[in-house]
């Protein structure tokens, strides 16, 4: 039975040829993408930001998102979200942080239930304050640094340092375009990101990984010849 095949037998590709234009190009992307992060800054969540959460349910009907929006715009809260969750009758809202401690945020759930009460059921409501968004913000980055540490150090015993090395770079290069694309777009930035962050780096370092095993098979067949042009 012929297999079917998506591409012509024997394709080659010549992209290594496109090198000179791709590292210069990579390098300047990662160079943009930390500039963005100390100017421009990413649009913390609420987890990192600190705020009040509040999960609603509409008690008739399906929950209005515009109306929601508009009511929340307009009570001196700053940008209000609206988030459908789950079922078309259950929303989230959520309000970035109050200048004022405690009490302003504690002002700013009164404010939100005076508004929404004849409409909707208040689920649960939770406060997020600036020291809690803070440890957030450091376990979230502890854990990548830390994850990212442990896999190079498998890497670095696995293979040759040099290949370590390599590592390295690639998915440093992939953290700092996901980062830049954040600070371009101004998506918010919570846990959940710190998970799609971990993901990129698992994929990234698994074709690593299988790229660099398929190295050391080359080396291993051609040892001569790699001797020989390390030598030179």
Known sequence: MKLLR?????????FMRLRRVSYPLSAV??????????????????????GTQVELRAKTGVADLADLRAK?????LGPVEAQRAGVPSDVTLRVKVQPG????QSAAIAKLREAFGADYEFRSVDAVGPRVSGELVQSGTLGVVVAILAVLTYLWFRFE??????AIIGTMHD????????????LEFNQTSIAA????????????????????????KYKRRCSSLAAM
């Open 6 to 14: 998506l591409a012509p037998e024997n394709t080659k590709l010549g």
């Open 29 to 50: 992307l990662s160079i943009v993408a930390v500039i963005l992060f100390f100017t421009v800054g990413m649009n913390f969540g609420i987890d990192f930001a600190g």
């Open 72 to 76: 929340g715009d307009g009570l001196g």
């Open 101 to 104: 401690g405690e009490d302003a």
């Open 161 to 166: 340092w040099q290949f370590a090395v390599g």
């Open 175 to 186: 953290l700092l375009l996901t980062v830049g694309f954040f600070c371009v777009t101004q």
């Open 197 to 220: 962050i971990l993901t990129i780096v698992g994929y990234s370092l698994n074709e690593t990984v299988v790229v660099l095993d398929r190295i050391r098979e080359v080396m291993r």
